[in-house]
């Protein structure tokens, strides 16, 4: 099994059974770990958590959807997050392509990953913060992240204030987080996902390191 | 029987709507709200006021206007912060109204219109849709507009697990903080719990879904054959009326707009 | 009557796995009979199991060697589906068994039925009748979260029942349960054997075992070491070495006898307990 067969992607195996069950699972992370970081007062939002990690298990398009179908639950509650679907649809494709490409394999691939997940966010963002928002800019930061905040747009605040480190920030925690969880998933189920066997290796280097 | 109790019987008309009727209403509402909003009297989209009022009383006709306003609140909020920041903050040159140190520019009075009025008759409209349709009701409605079962289970399934893993979370949290995990304190201690809450949770879904696939396979979910649903939409009788109400509205505003452009 | 279910010289191992998980095992299982699978952890028992049920290498992937036949045809060569409405599979796990799109029992059960396309009022019979065998009519309209342990493991097993499958796997369905749960599921699986199911029952608790299975299958380190009536597996002690519990009143038996009291054969169930010792206690020959 150790010898490397030449993985061919095709969009509809992404979409296995156990992908399928991820994306639900994907969501409510999203979720609750937006929850959980507002309920302990931490600085950043982590509601990008469940994407990050799909789409490095499952690949970029379920990663992507699993980013959207955030956006739309969202929306059932407050239809302004329909507007931001394209975010977190960006989110997961990039993170799944630069999963697929092997950006996370060391240090200053990583960086370079985390700049480019951020970046892709806040050049996604722009666009409709001016299209649907009028393209408040810089003025009135307070009433705006106000705005922003009540609309559950947080990429949009970040990218308001002029704060692309944040930005950074927060999907370095997420990313963080979710290699944290595909650490501690056991290999036998690691195996089952489309990328699952990126890390597998990792893994055991690391046991035996 | 047990399919009787399955049904959702609701005694509001407008609330019974079939959910493909309430999105048609839906999406010619705002196509109509963007066409009166490309009519500027003086630059301003005044149209678009008036407009918004049907959102209400379509909400109150369907008998759900405190549920409404409920859940409108931070639409509203966001509405009327886009409409203070445009009017206050955008300068132009022509000052449509001044009072002390406080001045409104045409410009951003006219954009600030604009832009807050469209976010509220669009959000508005969906709030109505989503208010008066169970989650239930839109996941069948979109099976049988023809999306394939499995993307209609992932939806269900997603709305289930928020709520699922919220309580989890909870519970966790709680074990957590009985188990002396400090919650409060600087921003590292509270960091500091954030892990150790999330992982489990993440990680024991995970393995889960691995069962649960078997489940389902058991269960028959990837066969691909004709489904039977226990749970069957019922059109209320009056989608037809409530179609042609909205086909003729939208066609009077397309004409007026026309108009006005020949005019 | 042939075998339902047919292993030859199968040998699988899991993606990853340096070891076999199940080495060279031939089983021939007979329609209508009620088999206990029992090891010690790790002993191959849920393989054996997903073999039978064709998850491996479906799902596992992994590598096979050997055949396993159900109803004479291989399990690979089953079509999706095909194979659920053979064999019913019930899981450790309650609360991973939920579907996750339903808000009651009652649609929770039919859900099976629905992705076979079974017509509405058939379904709805077939699924009272399954709530009823499973004793959880009561909970039909209760949301699935709601339920305990026990009564969503009913759930499970009454949504599988309702396939109307003639095999049941049932994988140590009582592992996360009280003793209360324990037993009302086991009420549930006497009813399938009563109506002439071919059961394959993993089970840590060996009373249960001794109490409803035919025969017993032993699995240690993948390979099938014991496989035959329970009276004499269960009551063989050699078989703690391979770390299998046996049911208490066997090893009191074995015990009686070392130290003399001549019982007729050793007991394996309470009942028979009571009957072989009662008896060796009223001749009394062996006092003195």
Not at chain 2, 142 to 154: I, Q, R, T
Request: charged share 20%; proline share 4%.
């Amino acid at each position: 099994m150790g010898g490397k067969t030449e993985k061919s992607h095709s969009i509809k195996s992404d979409f296995s059974m156990l992908a399928i069950l991820i994306i639900p699972i994907a969501v409510a992370v999203n979720f609750v770990g937006g929850q959980l970081a507002s309920l302990l007062k931490l600085p950043m939002y982590l509601d990008c958590i469940g994407t990050i990690f799909t789409a490095m298990l499952c690949g970029p398009w379920v990663g992507a959807l699993a980013g959207g179908l955030t956006n739309v639950v969202t929306g059932i509650a407050n239809p302004i997050s329909f507007a931001f679907i394209p975010v977190n649809i960006a989110t997961g494709l990039v993170a799944g392509f630069l999963a697929r490409a092997n950006m996370f394999s060391n240090w200053w691939k990583w960086l370079v990953s985390m700049v480019i997940l951020a970046a892709s966010s806040i050049i996604v963002t722009a666009p409709i913060v001016i299209l649907v928002f009028g393209g408040i800019t810089g003025s009135g930061p307070s009433m705006v992240v106000a705005g922003a905040l009540a609309a559950g747009a947080n990429i949009m605040t970040a990218f308001l204030s002029g704060d692309g480190i944040f930005t950074v920030i927060d999907r370095t925690v997420s990313y963080l987080l979710g290699y944290l969880v595909i650490g501690v998933i056991p290999s036998k189920t690691l195996i089952k996902f489309g990328c699952g066997e990126n890390y597998i290796k990792k893994a055991s280097v690391k046991k035996s390191a | 029987m047990w399919r009787e109790k399955l049904r959702i019987r609701k005694s509001n008309q407008i609330q019974a709507l079939h959910p493909s009727t309430k999105f048609l209403i839906v999406c010619l509402f705002s196509a109509c709200s963007l066409i009166l909003g490309s009519i500027k009297m003086n630059g301003y989209a005044l149209l678009i006021i008036p407009w918004f009022l049907i959102v209400p009383l379509l909400c109150a006709a369907s008998g759900i206007f405190m549920k409404f306003c409920k859940a409108f609140a931070k639409v509203l909020l966001v509405a009327t912060m886009i409409f203070l920041t445009q009017s206050f903050l955008v300068r132009s040159d022509v000052v449509a109204w001044s009072g002390g140190v406080l001045k409104i520019y045409e410009k951003g009075l006219q954009t600030g219109i604009f832009i807050s009025f469209t976010i509220l008759n669009i959000a508005g409209i969906f709030t109505w849709m989503f208010q008066t349709t169970r989650n239930k009701e839109i996941s069948r409605a979109l099976e049988d507009s023809g999306m394939h079962h499995k993307a209609a289970y992932v939806f269900m399934s997603t709305l289930q697990m928020i709520q699922v893993m919220g309580q989890n979370s909870k519970t966790i949290m709680n074990a957590q903080r009985a188990r002396g995990v400090e919650t409060e304190g600087g921003i590292f201690v509270r960091a500091k719990a954030f892990f150790p809450s999330l992982v489990p949770l993440i990680l024991g879904s995970i393995i889960g879904a691995e069962e649960r696939a078997l489940t389902l396979e058991s269960k028959g979910f990837d066969v691909n054959g004709k489904k039977t649903h226990m749970f069957e939409l019922e059109p209320s009788g009056y989608e037809k009326l409530a179609a042609s109400i909205a086909v003729a509205a939208t066609a009077a505003v397309l004409i007026g707009r026309i108009l006005v452009w020949v005019l | 009557m042939g075998a339902i279910i047919e292993l030859n010289n199968v040998t699988y191992s899991y993606p990853l796995a340096n070891e076999c998980a199940i080495k060279n095992v031939s089983l021939k299982l007979e329609e209508g009979r009620f088999y206990g699978v029992i090891g010690q952890n790790g002993s191959g028992k849920t393989t054996l199991c997903s073999l039978i049920r064709g998850f491996a290498p479906s799902f596992f992937r992994g590598s096979l060697t050997g055949e396993v036949l159900v109803c004479g045809k291989p399990t690979l060569d089953y079509k999706p589906g095909e194979l659920s409405l053979k064999i019913g599979y019930v899981f450790q796990n309650p609360f991973s068994q939920i579907s996750g799109v339903k808000d009651t029992v009652f649609e929770e059960v039919a859900f099976g039925l629905e992705n076979f396309g079974v017509p509405v009022d058939e379904i709805e019979e077939r699924v009272i009748r399954a709530v009823e065998l499973t004793g959880i009519s009561a909970l039909a309209e209760k949301n699935p979260y709601e339920l305990s342990g026990g009564q969503q493991q009913r759930m499970a097993l009454a949504s599988i029942i309702v396939l109307e499958p003639d095999i049941m796997v049932i994988d140590e369905p009582t592992s996360q349960l009280d003793p209360e749960g324990t037993e009302s599921v086991f009420e549930i699986i006497k009813g399938m054997k009563d109506r002439k199911k071919t059961i394959i029952l993993v089970e840590h608790k060996v009373d249960l075992i001794a109490e409803h299975a035919d025969e017993v299958i032993v699995l240690d380190k993948g390979e099938v070491i014991r496989f035959g009536s329970k009276d004499a597996i269960l009551s063989d002690e050699t078989l703690l070495e391979c770390g299998v519990q046996l049911p208490n009143i066997a090893l009191l038996g074995n015990k009686l006898t070392r130290s003399g009291v001549p019982l007729e054969r050793i007991p394996i169930t309470e009942q028979q307990g009571v009957e072989i010792i009662g008896k060796a206690l009223r001749t009394r020959s062996w006092c003195k």
